[in-house]
Each structure stands twice: as C-alpha cells, then as structure tokens.
C-alpha cells in the first residue's frame, strides 16, 4: 500500500465533493432540486464512464446479483442528494456540510438494528456525543444561541440536512451488504442512473430554463461529483478505510473556505463548536474499528464507492 499516495487522493476527493456542493449552492436559488440532481447525477456518469472504459470495466457497470439491493440504495442515496441539495438552497456552504456529518453516527446506529452489529460501551458514548453535537448545531436554527438567521427556512434547511443524514446512513448500510457480491463500478453506475432518472422525472413540473452560465455550473457539479467518486475509490486501493476516515473531515474546512470566499458565510460559532463534537464523535467510531480491525490488518477490505 502507498498511504500517502492513498490520503492525497481522499483529501483530493473531498476538494472535488466542497466544489460540487458550492457549484450546487451557486445556483440553487433559481434552479429546482429535482433539476439540480438531474445535472448532477447525468454528467457525474461521464467521468466515470470513461474511467470505468479505460479500466475495460464498462461491462461491470451493469451487471448485478442483486438488483432489489441495488434499488435500495438508489432510491435511499438519492433521497439523500435531494434532501442534501435543498438543504443547500436555505443553509450556509460551512453549515450544511457540518449537518452532514450525522451520517456515520446514523450509520452506526443503523448497523446495530438492521445488520446486528454490537455496540459496545465507548460506540455508545461516541452515539450519545455525536447527537449531542447535532443538537449544537441545529440551537442557531430554531432560534437559540442569538443567531439572526434563525427562521422558518433556516429551521427547514436544517432539518432538510438531518433527512440527507439519515437517507445517506440508510444507504451506507446498503452498500456494506452490496459490497459483499457487487463491484464498485456497479454500485455507483446504479445510484447515478437512478438519480438522473428522477432528476429527470420532475423536468414535467419543477424545472426553470437555465442561461448559458448556469448551464455550465450545472454540467461542472456533475463532472465534480463523478472525479470526486473516482478519486474517493481509487484511495481505498492505497490505503485502509480506518487510515481515511479522519480525512473526511477536511470537506469542512473547504466548506468554510469556499462559503467565505463565493457568499461570504461564516459559519456560527455552535455550529462549529457542535461539529466539533460530531467530528470527536466520528473519531472515537474510527478509533475503535482500527482496534477491532487490528487482529485482520492484512485482511482486504472493500472500498467503498
């Protein structure tokens, strides 16, 4: 394994994915949801065709055993886009991205009730930290913490990015179980097709017509979000899951980069204080699968896609 080489690509991915989410937010005050994951999922196909070519994978791109599965984890992750997307319209850049990092601490919860996997003492206090830090978080929204922005579309934006969290950590326990018998390529053709297919579905009722610039913010998200896949894939090839998963994190101090720099935001002060304690949360998660992991180190996991 080439460890740095494997960090570089993951802290390269979560670049690619803060880009994607600022592109999205560029427009997302004129352009419906349902158009913005159309274009998001329709051109995140490009790059990832080509790479899946260029590897003579293109075939596995569509092949499953398991297509109900498949199905599952489409609809769910796409439920989560759509969720994540709104959220954008109404949320700070730094503060939407903070929401999401709900997820894992959903996934671990999830895990326990649906795949029966054990939660023992420092998990649950790793649980009971992170929610502590969601509920930080979302103080500003519902009109705690003297934030001025706290009103009816604040509140809906937040609670929006607590539905992205959920559908999202749903659909990470899909992919575990697909992981088992289906290839990468596969899992994530399915999820971009199924989105760009409902993206498309709401073209009927819900979409604007886009000038030239917007059309072209709209087509980067896509081609951002499908390098971002590439690049997150390729860094499990080079280094374990549990060495990366603390450079999730780093899309926060992207966030906090772009929304200053592109809308000026600066994120409030228990928005970050409440990320701090989900992010501790997601640390301590991380810690204890590396001792769990530690008696199969030369075991092979699957990247995730």
Same mark, same amino acid.
């Given at each position: 394994?080439?460890?740095?080489?494997?960090?570089?690509?993951?802290?390269?991915?979560?670049?690619?994915?803060?880009?994607?989410?600022?592109? /999205?937010? $560029? +427009?997302?005050?004129?352009?419906?949801? @349902?158009?913005? %994951?159309?274009?998001?999922?329709? #051109? =995140? *196909?490009?790059?990832?065709?080509?790479?899946?070519?260029?590897?003579?994978?293109?075939?596995?791109?569509?092949?499953?055993?398991?297509?109900?599965?498949?199905?599952?984890?489409?609809?769910?992750?796409?439920?989560?886009?759509?969720?994540?997307?709104?959220?954008?319209?109404?949320?700070?850049?730094?503060?939407?991205?903070?929401?999401?990092?709900?997820?894992?601490? /959903?996934? $671990? +919860?999830?895990?326990?009730?649906?795949? @029966?996997?054990? %939660?023992?003492?420092?998990?649950? #206090? =790793? *649980?009971?930290?992170?929610?502590?830090?969601?509920?930080?978080?979302?103080?500003?929204?519902?009109?705690?913490?003297?934030?001025?922005?706290?009103?009816?579309?604040?509140?809906?934006?937040?609670?929006?990015?607590?539905?992205?969290?959920?559908?999202?950590?749903?659909?990470?326990?899909?992919?575990?179980?697909?992981?088992?018998?289906?290839?990468?390529?596969?899992? /994530?053709?399915?999820?971009?097709?199924?989105?760009?297919?409902?993206?498309?579905?709401?073209?009927?009722?819900?979409? =604007?017509?886009?000038?030239?610039?917007?059309?072209?913010?709209?087509?980067?998200?896509?081609?951002?979000?499908?390098?971002?896949?590439?690049?997150?894939?390729?860094?499990?090839?080079?280094?374990?899951?549990?060495?990366?998963?603390?450079?999730?994190?780093?899309?926060?101090?992207?966030?906090?980069?772009?929304?200053?720099?592109?809308?000026?935001?600066?994120?409030?002060?228990?928005?970050?204080?409440?990320?701090?304690?989900?992010?501790?949360?997601?640390?301590?998660?991380?810690?204890?699968?590396?001792?769990?992991?530690?008696?199969?180190?030369?075991?092979?996991?699957?990247?995730?896609?």
């Amino acid at each position: 394994m080439n460890t740095l080489l494997g960090i570089s690509l993951k802290v390269l991915a979560t670049l690619a994915f803060s880009l994607m989410a600022a592109l /999205v937010k $560029t +427009v997302s005050e004129t352009v419906p949801t @349902g158009q913005l %994951v159309f274009y998001r999922s329709f #051109f =995140a *196909l490009v790059p990832l065709l080509i790479w899946l070519g260029w590897r003579n994978e293109l075939i596995d791109a569509v092949r499953t055993r398991n297509f109900v599965g498949q199905m599952r984890r489409s609809l769910s992750s796409t439920a989560g886009m759509t969720c994540g997307f709104a959220a954008l319209s109404y949320l700070p850049l730094p503060d939407a991205t903070a929401i999401g990092y709900f997820t894992p601490i /959903v996934t $671990t +919860v999830l895990a326990a009730i649906i795949l @029966g996997e054990t %939660v023992r003492g420092a998990r649950w #206090f =790793a *649980l009971l930290l992170g929610f502590s830090g969601m509920i930080v978080m979302l103080l500003p929204y519902f009109g705690a913490g003297g934030h001025a922005v706290a009103g009816d579309n604040e509140a809906r934006g937040a609670l929006l990015g607590i539905a992205a969290a959920v559908f999202s950590g749903y659909a990470s326990i899909e992919v575990r179980r697909l992981a088992q018998s289906e290839r990468t390529g596969a899992i /994530v053709f399915y999820f971009s097709s199924t989105a760009a297919a409902f993206g498309a579905l709401t073209a009927f009722y819900a979409w =604007a017509p886009v000038t030239p610039y917007q059309f072209m913010l709209l087509v980067l998200s896509g081609i951002m979000g499908g390098i971002g896949q590439i690049l997150l894939t390729v860094s499990y090839r080079y280094a374990t899951i549990s060495t990366l998963a603390p450079f999730d994190y780093m899309s926060l101090i992207w966030a906090v980069a772009l929304g200053f720099v592109l809308f000026g935001d600066i994120p409030h002060w228990l928005v970050l204080a409440g990320a701090a304690l989900v992010i501790a949360a997601g640390m301590l998660v991380i810690l204890q699968e590396r001792r769990a992991d530690a008696p199969r180190a030369d075991a092979k996991s699957p990247p995730p896609p």
